[in-house]
T-cell receptor, first 112, second 113 residues
Framework: RKEVEQDPGPFNVPEGATVAFNCTYS??????FFWYRQDCRKEPKLLMS???SGNEDGRFTAQLNRASQYISLLIRDSKLSDSATYLC?????????????FGAGTRLTVKP | DAGITQSPRHKVTETGTPVTLRCHQT?????MYWYRQDPGHGLRLIHY???????DKGEVSDGYSVSRSKTEDFLLTLESATSSQTSVYFC????????????FGSGTQLSVL
Protein backbone atom coordinates (compact mmCIF):
# COMPACT_ATOMS: atom_id res chain seq x y z
CA ARG A 1 0.00 0.00 0.00
CA LYS A 2 1.31 3.44 -0.87
CA GLU A 3 1.92 5.78 2.03
CA VAL A 4 -0.14 8.51 0.44
CA GLU A 5 -2.95 7.78 -1.98
CA GLN A 6 -5.11 10.08 -4.06
CA ASP A 7 -7.84 9.60 -6.63
CA PRO A 8 -6.02 10.52 -9.87
CA GLY A 9 -9.16 11.90 -11.47
CA PRO A 10 -9.48 13.64 -13.77
CA PHE A 11 -12.19 15.76 -12.25
CA ASN A 12 -13.92 17.82 -14.94
CA VAL A 13 -16.17 20.49 -13.50
CA PRO A 14 -17.89 23.64 -14.81
CA GLU A 15 -16.93 27.08 -13.63
CA GLY A 16 -18.58 27.94 -10.36
CA ALA A 17 -18.83 24.35 -9.20
CA THR A 18 -17.69 23.05 -5.84
CA VAL A 19 -15.27 20.16 -5.97
CA ALA A 20 -13.61 18.10 -3.25
CA PHE A 21 -10.59 15.81 -3.24
CA ASN A 22 -9.58 13.31 -0.62
CA CYS A 23 -6.19 11.87 0.21
CA THR A 24 -5.52 8.92 2.50
CA TYR A 25 -2.30 8.25 4.38
CA SER A 26 -1.04 5.07 5.99
CA UNK A 27 1.01 6.22 8.99
CA UNK A 28 -1.32 7.05 11.84
CA UNK A 29 1.52 8.90 13.58
CA UNK A 30 1.86 11.47 10.77
CA UNK A 31 1.62 15.01 12.08
CA UNK A 32 2.05 17.35 9.13
CA PHE A 33 -0.09 17.62 6.04
CA PHE A 34 -0.08 19.88 3.02
CA TRP A 35 -1.72 20.49 -0.32
CA TYR A 36 0.47 21.55 -3.23
CA ARG A 37 -0.66 22.67 -6.65
CA GLN A 38 1.19 21.74 -9.83
CA ASP A 39 0.44 23.27 -13.20
CA CYS A 40 1.24 21.32 -16.34
CA ARG A 41 5.01 21.06 -16.87
CA LYS A 42 5.70 23.29 -13.88
CA GLU A 43 7.04 22.78 -10.40
CA PRO A 44 4.78 22.06 -7.42
CA LYS A 45 3.87 25.06 -5.29
CA LEU A 46 2.50 25.08 -1.78
CA LEU A 47 -1.23 25.75 -1.73
CA MET A 48 -1.95 25.39 1.95
CA SER A 49 -1.08 23.55 5.11
CA UNK A 50 -3.69 21.36 6.77
CA UNK A 51 -4.26 21.89 10.46
CA UNK A 52 -6.06 19.66 12.91
CA SER A 53 -8.82 22.19 13.30
CA GLY A 54 -9.18 22.63 9.56
CA ASN A 55 -8.30 25.80 7.75
CA GLU A 56 -9.68 28.03 5.06
CA ASP A 57 -8.03 30.34 2.56
CA GLY A 58 -10.53 32.14 0.42
CA ARG A 59 -12.31 29.58 -1.75
CA PHE A 60 -10.14 26.74 -0.47
CA THR A 61 -10.83 24.69 2.65
CA ALA A 62 -8.61 21.91 3.95
CA GLN A 63 -9.62 19.42 6.60
CA LEU A 64 -8.00 16.57 8.46
CA ASN A 65 -9.72 13.42 9.68
CA ARG A 66 -7.28 11.58 11.90
CA ALA A 67 -9.65 8.76 12.79
CA SER A 68 -10.03 7.77 9.15
CA GLN A 69 -6.54 8.96 8.15
CA TYR A 70 -7.47 11.25 5.34
CA ILE A 71 -7.22 14.88 4.43
CA SER A 72 -9.49 16.76 2.09
CA LEU A 73 -9.41 19.83 -0.08
CA LEU A 74 -12.60 21.66 -0.99
CA ILE A 75 -12.65 24.27 -3.73
CA ARG A 76 -15.71 26.48 -3.96
CA ASP A 77 -16.78 28.61 -6.92
CA SER A 78 -14.21 26.98 -9.22
CA LYS A 79 -12.33 29.21 -11.65
CA LEU A 80 -10.71 28.30 -14.94
CA SER A 81 -7.39 29.14 -13.29
CA ASP A 82 -7.93 26.38 -10.71
CA SER A 83 -7.22 23.80 -13.42
CA ALA A 84 -4.12 21.98 -12.21
CA THR A 85 -2.98 18.83 -10.45
CA TYR A 86 -3.35 18.89 -6.67
CA LEU A 87 -0.77 16.99 -4.66
CA CYS A 88 -1.31 15.71 -1.16
CA UNK A 89 1.83 15.71 1.00
CA UNK A 90 2.32 13.99 4.33
CA UNK A 91 5.23 13.83 6.71
CA UNK A 92 5.50 10.06 6.89
CA UNK A 93 8.23 10.06 9.53
CA UNK A 94 7.18 12.23 12.44
CA UNK A 95 10.24 13.96 13.82
CA UNK A 96 12.02 13.83 10.46
CA UNK A 97 11.21 16.93 8.45
CA UNK A 98 13.24 15.61 5.55
CA UNK A 99 10.95 12.79 4.50
CA UNK A 100 7.81 14.25 3.00
CA UNK A 101 5.75 11.80 0.97
CA PHE A 102 3.76 12.93 -2.02
CA GLY A 103 0.61 11.50 -3.47
CA ALA A 104 0.52 11.01 -7.23
CA GLY A 105 -1.89 13.90 -7.58
CA THR A 106 -5.50 14.59 -8.52
CA ARG A 107 -6.03 16.35 -11.82
CA LEU A 108 -8.71 19.03 -11.99
CA THR A 109 -10.01 20.66 -15.15
CA VAL A 110 -12.45 23.54 -14.81
CA LYS A 111 -14.41 24.21 -17.99
CA PRO A 112 -16.29 27.31 -19.12
CA ASP B 1 10.65 33.29 -5.96
CA ALA B 2 12.79 31.00 -3.79
CA GLY B 3 15.93 31.67 -5.83
CA ILE B 4 16.38 28.11 -7.07
CA THR B 5 17.91 27.39 -10.46
CA GLN B 6 18.20 23.95 -11.99
CA SER B 7 20.46 23.13 -14.91
CA PRO B 8 20.15 21.85 -17.49
CA ARG B 9 16.42 22.21 -18.04
CA HIS B 10 16.38 19.41 -20.60
CA LYS B 11 18.87 16.66 -21.34
CA VAL B 12 18.92 13.64 -23.61
CA THR B 13 21.61 11.09 -23.01
CA GLU B 14 22.46 7.49 -23.79
CA THR B 15 22.36 4.48 -21.52
CA GLY B 16 25.60 4.01 -19.63
CA THR B 17 26.77 7.61 -19.73
CA PRO B 18 27.30 9.70 -16.60
CA VAL B 19 24.98 12.64 -16.02
CA THR B 20 25.15 15.45 -13.47
CA LEU B 21 22.27 17.75 -12.66
CA ARG B 22 22.85 20.97 -10.79
CA CYS B 23 20.71 22.82 -8.29
CA HIS B 24 21.74 26.32 -7.30
CA GLN B 25 20.13 28.45 -4.61
CA THR B 26 20.81 32.04 -3.71
CA UNK B 27 19.41 32.29 -0.19
CA UNK B 28 21.76 30.13 1.91
CA UNK B 29 19.15 27.58 2.92
CA UNK B 30 20.52 24.63 4.82
CA UNK B 31 18.22 21.93 3.52
CA MET B 32 18.17 20.85 -0.11
CA TYR B 33 16.46 17.92 -1.80
CA TRP B 34 16.38 16.00 -5.05
CA TYR B 35 13.10 14.41 -6.13
CA ARG B 36 12.05 12.56 -9.22
CA GLN B 37 8.51 12.63 -10.61
CA ASP B 38 7.04 9.85 -12.69
CA PRO B 39 3.46 9.24 -13.82
CA GLY B 40 1.50 7.35 -11.21
CA HIS B 41 4.15 7.76 -8.53
CA GLY B 42 4.14 11.38 -7.56
CA LEU B 43 7.37 12.89 -6.33
CA ARG B 44 9.85 10.54 -4.68
CA LEU B 45 12.84 11.64 -2.63
CA ILE B 46 16.23 10.59 -4.01
CA HIS B 47 18.73 12.27 -1.67
CA TYR B 48 18.79 15.26 0.57
CA UNK B 49 21.36 17.48 2.23
CA UNK B 50 21.29 19.17 5.62
CA UNK B 51 24.50 21.13 5.20
CA UNK B 52 27.78 21.30 3.34
CA UNK B 53 29.06 17.75 2.88
CA UNK B 54 26.10 16.40 4.89
CA UNK B 55 23.82 14.23 2.80
CA ASP B 56 21.50 11.29 3.29
CA LYS B 57 19.55 8.82 1.19
CA GLY B 58 15.91 9.08 0.35
CA GLU B 59 13.30 6.61 -0.78
CA VAL B 60 14.79 5.89 -4.24
CA SER B 61 18.53 6.50 -3.93
CA ASP B 62 19.88 3.47 -5.83
CA GLY B 63 21.82 4.53 -8.92
CA TYR B 64 22.24 8.12 -7.73
CA SER B 65 24.88 10.01 -5.79
CA VAL B 66 24.96 13.60 -4.57
CA SER B 67 27.48 16.16 -3.48
CA ARG B 68 27.28 19.46 -1.69
CA SER B 69 30.62 21.22 -1.46
CA LYS B 70 29.07 24.69 -1.14
CA THR B 71 25.88 25.83 0.56
CA GLU B 72 24.45 27.10 -2.70
CA ASP B 73 25.02 24.05 -4.90
CA PHE B 74 23.58 20.55 -4.66
CA LEU B 75 24.60 18.16 -7.44
CA LEU B 76 22.85 14.96 -8.44
CA THR B 77 24.90 12.41 -10.40
CA LEU B 78 23.79 9.37 -12.31
CA GLU B 79 27.04 7.42 -12.59
CA SER B 80 25.75 5.23 -15.43
CA ALA B 81 22.35 6.33 -16.66
CA THR B 82 19.65 3.73 -17.34
CA SER B 83 16.36 4.06 -19.17
CA SER B 84 14.52 3.68 -15.86
CA GLN B 85 16.05 6.98 -14.79
CA THR B 86 14.17 8.84 -17.50
CA SER B 87 12.13 11.24 -15.41
CA VAL B 88 11.56 14.81 -14.37
CA TYR B 89 13.93 15.81 -11.59
CA PHE B 90 13.06 18.54 -9.13
CA CYS B 91 15.32 20.21 -6.67
CA UNK B 92 13.76 21.72 -3.56
CA UNK B 93 14.82 23.75 -0.58
CA UNK B 94 13.32 23.92 2.87
CA UNK B 95 13.85 27.10 4.83
CA UNK B 96 14.98 25.98 8.26
CA UNK B 97 12.68 28.40 10.04
CA UNK B 98 9.71 27.61 7.85
CA UNK B 99 8.77 24.21 9.15
CA UNK B 100 8.25 21.60 6.52
CA UNK B 101 7.26 23.70 3.53
CA UNK B 102 9.19 22.96 0.36
CA UNK B 103 10.02 25.30 -2.49
CA PHE B 104 10.90 23.76 -5.82
CA GLY B 105 13.04 24.59 -8.80
CA SER B 106 11.61 24.45 -12.30
CA GLY B 107 12.73 20.89 -12.92
CA THR B 108 14.99 19.03 -15.33
CA GLN B 109 13.51 16.71 -17.94
CA LEU B 110 16.00 13.86 -18.42
CA SER B 111 15.61 11.29 -21.18
CA VAL B 112 17.89 8.25 -21.22
CA LEU B 113 17.79 6.45 -24.57
Amino acid sequence: RKEVEQDPGPFNVPEGATVAFNCTYSNSASQSFFWYRQDCRKEPKLLMSVYSSGNEDGRFTAQLNRASQYISLLIRDSKLSDSATYLCVVNARPGNNNDMRFGAGTRLTVKP
Amino acid sequence: DAGITQSPRHKVTETGTPVTLRCHQTENHRYMYWYRQDPGHGLRLIHYSYGVKDTDKGEVSDGYSVSRSKTEDFLLTLESATSSQTSVYFCAIRPGQGGEKLFFGSGTQLSVL
